[in-house]
């Protein structure tokens, strides 16, 4: 009783005509779930309704038998036997013609007709039914364009799901289809529109017959498909959904050729270029359906149409490509690219379509035309047009076939050979340079050997090599040879990216890249090719564009030989291409530069690996020889050489081998290699400038690319024997330095700093090394490594405080299973660290100033400590490990050391107070420390060689160091020492990202002003004024930001204001204006005030000897001048 009073009650609300849709949604729902629930029965719900059903109100009984209907669409899988359905579909069915309660009919009839089998469906005979009362009751096109939809959607799934049951209804069938779509024009109902179509034309044949006209004269009136509602309307309907629609429609049978390909022809003279492309794209579809029998009857008009847009007036335009492909590389319009698959299509379906093209006269009398052009440079672009658009066409004619190139070499082949005056009896060295013969010859060689390639996995025919374009081709291959190899010999090939050395080299190229099964040039040839353009390339280069465009095709013949490295073709390019351009490495006899030697090598060895790894092989043989001659004979020619073949080792061959997944057996013995020559040069004639201009720095980099992509086992390898040789060497092998307990004295200091030369590549080296290790490598005598880096680092060794960073960042915090006596732990290595450079406890003190000249006598010592603190402070930093805190207390120890107004009483026994200048640079680079903390680094500490990296570390520092450094500037009473600090507050801000500084805009910005207040007073601090003008840009654009600056405006707009006249920097100059645009979106009850400042300010901008610094002062100018009065005078 209580599930029926809440039935009727749902029921009611729903036919209730002031119910919401939402109510209405809730009923559906809530009666639905009765059912699915077996707490109503099918039977139980359609006697409660059956007043609704059945009533003479209109509304009441159209909104009941939409109630129905929905809750059935609710119960698609709920099994329902065959006698609920055949009731149910029969009451819809009937309800059809009820134009009152038709939207439920329909729906009710959707809702059992997509049934599946297994919860029970409707009959075919039902089925039927429907579809007659579809076809007798429905006038589709009266209705709103809702229940239009859902009438295509019911003949949709009827022609889907029940074909056979409504097959014999005929020509009536097709009758009321063609009624219900006519004139229809909603972009929904159109998408069914022609879907029902194509449906009904692959289904039935035989009555579409007599209505095919009729039909598609509905169907051509879509085309092309053009919307002519707003923009945004029916955004779930594309356009280009729409046309593919119409396309499958038009191409569902070959009834419709009649009558759509005379259409699609006459739209191609449309001046719509979307009409003429759509033409082309369904011309190429249909062409595919219809078949070659009925297309033939339209090729000449194909022909025609493809040959007016390509050819007669082509739209391409020159490409990017242009000039480094001879000037002849076009881009081709939309229009023609569907052209251009049109001819493909078609020549592909119909070999005799060719003939039209080859017996074109045009054709051919514009190939002889091209004769008349002495220079390319004399040929129009409108001709160049056409010629590119002729070697598209006879390419794309050739490509499809053998049969297809036979006839396209036929009738164009020997004309061409004619225009390049070429004889196949009679090879020639002089060739007539007559550009349209050369190009068309190019493009034909390119398609026959792309039709050679895509036969070469096919079976072969016996009689292949009597083809008509193979015979021609072989016969003059040898002419074709020396006139290509003539184009690049001749006066031509002396002018920069000439178009005839161009197609010279590819001409070449591709005769040399005939798949050898089907090899139209004998090996005599080939090698002949491979030896010009190997001669080219070991020139001396100063023909660039020859040059590049000869390595280009070596390199892509090598590519292509991959596919066949047992035959004949391979061996010919291992013994005259491999073999002599490797060999340029170690030659001097070549004019060849070294830049350009090196550039060949790599890009031949690029093509296999084993090519490659003979390249390795030869540099490391020539970088061991320059080696030598700069160590045992000082020759200083030889140290840019090494400076190249470093470079080419690491920014090219290792990265190859690392890409392509090679083994570590390269980067091992580079490293090893080079230890090796270290061990055996006991002196190295290298003085220190020439190791400034980049030998000993390019040695280095190379070292720590090649130990950072070794695997933990072979680093420990490498840092083992570099270990031996480092520390074999006399000059490290004091007692105390051995020990590795005891701290430097100062003539230890003193000493050190006169060995020089193999002692500091010894060092730099090994620094090298230790950089790149993985954390889990195994450093023997970490304790004597670390008290060698400590004194370098004390002696202005910079490698030496990268390697003490990196070794702090990877260092484990506890030692398992390993040797203590070799191994040590991070806790030791700073204990050890600490007490060398006297840095006191935790309690937050600093540097002992007192105890630290024991370790100095001269301020360059200071500087050097605190370099090497910034780099340890830095792998500390990044790994997130407490004793940064310690590193921080120590620099700010040097930074507020006043050196303009007496020094603190424990400084003064170390540095005499006279040396102020001296002072002023220590505490310079305290402050600059706190960049090297906080910057990325491409030396060490990155994960290209292993960092220990948290993540966040850049905000943790920025939130504990902050409150320090503006505690330290609010108490600072000297200017200098508050400038230093500012220095330092720069640097962090600068260094950190965007979105902590936003989350502390507030208390940063007035101390953002007055550190650009301060640090513009210098010129040398002009980056660091540029970089935190690029954080208050990014504070004024961002929301969060902006609060804090309109609190500020006045002071920003102060600032903004005076940078718009700094002399020293145009980026500052451009970045200050562009920030005084963004003030501008301030409050105005802010920045009003000071809007006569800053036009003043932009005025004088305006006059700024930078163009970029003027365009911006305009736009910031007219900005301001907006928000004044117009009678403003300032």
Request: hydrophobic share 40%.
């Amino acid at each position: 009783m209580g599930d029926s009073v809440q039935l009727i009650k749902h029921v009611e609300l729903y036919v209730n005509s002031s119910a919401t849709p939402s109510q209405q949604v809730a009923s559906v729902d809530a009666v639905a779930a009765l059912l699915k629930n077996d707490l109503l029965t099918l039977d139980a719900l359609v006697r409660e309704m059956e007043m609704y059903l059945t009533t003479t109100d209109s509304i009441v009984r159209s909104r009941g038998t939409l109630l129905l209907a929905e809750i059935l669409e609710q119960l698609t899988s709920k099994p329902l036997n065959s006698t609920s359905i055949h009731s149910l579909i029969g009451f819809f069915t009937e309800r059809l013609a009820d134009w009152k309660a038709l939207r439920g009919a329909i729906v009710g009839c959707l809702a059992l007709l997509r049934r599946k089998v297994d919860v029970g469906i409707v009959t075919d005979s039902e089925a039927k039914a429907v579809a007659q009362s579809y076809l007798q009751n429905l006038q589709v096109q009266s209705l709103g364009q809702h229940d239009r939809k859902l009438s295509f959607q019911l003949m949709d799934c009827l022609l889907d799901r029940y074909p056979g049951a409504i097959r014999d209804l005929g020509d009536n069938l097709v009758y009321g289809i063609c009624e219900a779509i006519d004139g229809e024009k909603d972009p929904q109902c159109l998408l069914l529109v022609f879907h029902i179509v194509e449906s009904l034309a692959r289904l039935y044949t035989g009555p579409l017959a007599n209505f095919a006209e009729d039909l598609f004269e509905i169907l051509g009136s879509y085309f092309p498909i053009h919307f002519t509602h707003p923009k945004g309307e029916d955004d779930d309907v594309k356009r280009e959904e729409l046309s593919r629609a119409l396309m499958l429609a038009f191409a569902s049978t070959h009834l419709f050729e009649p009558f759509s390909i005379p259409l699609l022809l006459e739209k191609l003279s449309s001046s719509l270029p979307s009409a003429k492309v759509e033409s082309f794209k369904y011309l190429s579809y249909c062409s595919t359906k219809y078949g070659p029998e009925r297309m033939v009857k339209h090729a000449e008009a194909l022909w025609s149409s493809v040959k007016d847009v390509t050819y007669i007036s082509p739209s391409s335009t020159p490409s990017t490509e242009s000039e480094s492909m001879g000037g002849m590389s076009f881009q081709d319009s939309e229009i023609m690219r569907h052209a251009f698959v049109l001819l493909q299509e078609v020549t592909r379906q119909h070999a005799d379509f060719v003939s039209l093209v080859i017996a074109d006269n045009d054709i051919h009398v514009f190939i002889n035309s091209l004769n008349q052009y002495k220079e390319f440079d004399d040929i129009p672009v409108l001709v160049k047009q056409k010629l590119h658009a002729l070697g598209h066409i006879l390419s794309t004619c050739a490509k499809p076939s053998v049969e297809l190139c036979n006839k396209v070499f036929e009738g164009f082949f020997p004309l061409l050979m004619d225009g390049f005056g070429l004889s196949a009896a009679k090879p020639s060295d002089n060739v007539e340079c007559k550009f349209g013969a050369i190009y068309l010859c190019t493009e034909l060689l390119a398609a026959s050997r792309y039709l050679t390639l895509s036969l070469d996995n096919c079976t072969l025919d016996p009689d292949f090599s009597r083809q008509t374009w193979h015979v021609m081709l072989s016969n003059f291959s040898k002419s074709l040879e020396k006139a290509f190899i003539a184009l690049l010999r001749s006066n031509v090939a002396d002018n920069a990216e000439s178009a005839y050395v161009y197609f010279g080299v590819k001409g070449l190229q591709i005769l040399a890249t005939f798949p050898e099964s089907f090899l139209p040039v004998s090996k005599s040839i080939y090698d002949d090719i491979l030896l010009e353009l190997v001669s080219i390339v070991t020139s001396s280069g100063s023909k660039t564009f020859l040059w590049t465009l000869a390595l280009k095709a070596l390199v892509e013949i090598g590519f292509f030989i991959n596919k066949c490295p047992g035959s004949g073709k391979a061996a010919s390019f291992e013994s005259i291409v491999v073999e002599k351009i490797v060999s340029l490495i170690s030659s001097d006899d070549s004019a060849l530069p070294l830049s350009l030697k090196l550039q060949a090598v790599f890009e031949i060895g690029e093509t296999r690996k084993d090519i490659m790894l003979r390249v390795v092989q030869a540099l490391d043989e020539a970088i061991s020889t320059k080696f030598s001659e700069v160590n045992d004979h000082g020759n200083h020619e030889s140290y840019n050489m090494i400076v190249k073949l470093l470079d080419t080792y690491t920014q090219k061959v290792l990265p190859w081998f690392l890409e392509i997944g090679g083994s570590e057996e390269i980067p091992l013995n580079f490293a090893l290699g080079i230890w090796d020559k270290m061990e055996t040069s006991r002196f190295l004639n290298v003085n220190p400038l020439q190791i400034a201009s980049g030998v000993l720095g390019a040695t280095m980099t190379a070292m720590k690319s090649a130990v950072g992509s070794c695997s933990k086992e072979n680093q420990e390898i490498i840092i083992s024997k570099a270990f031996g040789i480092l520390f074999s060497s006399t000059d490290f092998g004091s007692p105390g330095f051995k020990s590795g307990n005891d701290i430097v004295k100062e003539d230890e200091l003193q000493q050190t700093n006169n060995n020089v030369g193999r002692d500091k590549w010894l060092t730099s080296l090994f620094a090298s090394v230790v950089i790149a290790l993985r954390p889990q490598t195994i450093i023997p005598n970490g304790k004597m490594v670390l008290q060698l880096f400590i004194t370098s680092l004390l002696n202005g060794h910079v490698p030496s405080a990268h390697a003490l960073g990196s070794l702090v960042n990877k260092l484990p915090l506890e030692i398992n299973g390993m040797d203590s006596s070799t191994s040590f732990t991070l806790n030791e290595a700073m204990d050890i660290i600490f007490h060398s450079f006297n840095i006191l406890g935790n309690d937050g003190s600093g540097i002992d100033f007192g105890s630290l000249r024991l370790n100095t006598l001269r301020i360059q010592s200071a500087i050097n400590t605190v370099v090497g603190l910034a780099w340890i402070g830095k792998g500390l930093l990044m790994r997130g490990h407490e004793k940064v805190k310690d590193i921080t207390m120590s620099l700010l120890s040097f930074l507020t050391m006043d050196g303009q107004d007496g020094l603190p009483k424990q400084f003064q026994n170390l540095i005499e107070v006279s040396d102020e200048k001296g002072v002023n640079q220590l505490m310079i680079c305290a402050g600059d420390a706190f960049r090297t903390i906080m910057s990325e680094s491409e030396e060490c500490l990155n994960r290209k060689y292993h960092a220990n990296v948290r993540p966040l570390y850049k905000q943790r520092f920025f939130s504990t160091i902050m409150p320090i450094l503006i505690s330290l500037v609010v108490k600072s009473e000297s200017s200098f020492v508050r400038s230093m600090l500012y220095r330092a507050f720069a640097h962090v801000v600068t260094e950190t990202p965007l979105s902590a500084i936003l989350g502390e805009a507030k208390k940063l910005v007035p101390l953002l002003l007055d550190c650009l207040s301060m640090l513009r007073k210098d010129v040398s601090n002009k980056e660091i004024i540029y970089s935190l003008l690029l954080v208050i840009s990014g504070v004024l654009v961002e929301k969060t930001g902006q609060e804090a600056a309109v609190e500020n405006a006045p002071g920003i707009i102060n600032q903004l204001t005076d940078l718009t006249a700094y002399s020293h920097m145009t980026a500052i100059r451009e970045t200050a204006i562009q920030c005084l645009v963004a003030v501008s979106q301030l409050s105005h009850t802010r920045i009003y005030p000071l809007r006569t400042k800053v036009l003043r300010a932009t005025s004088k901008a305006l006059d700024d000897p930078k163009r970029v610094v003027r365009q911006e002062a305009v736009r910031c100018h007219q900005t301001w001048a907006s928000m004044a009065s117009r009678s403003l005078h300032y």
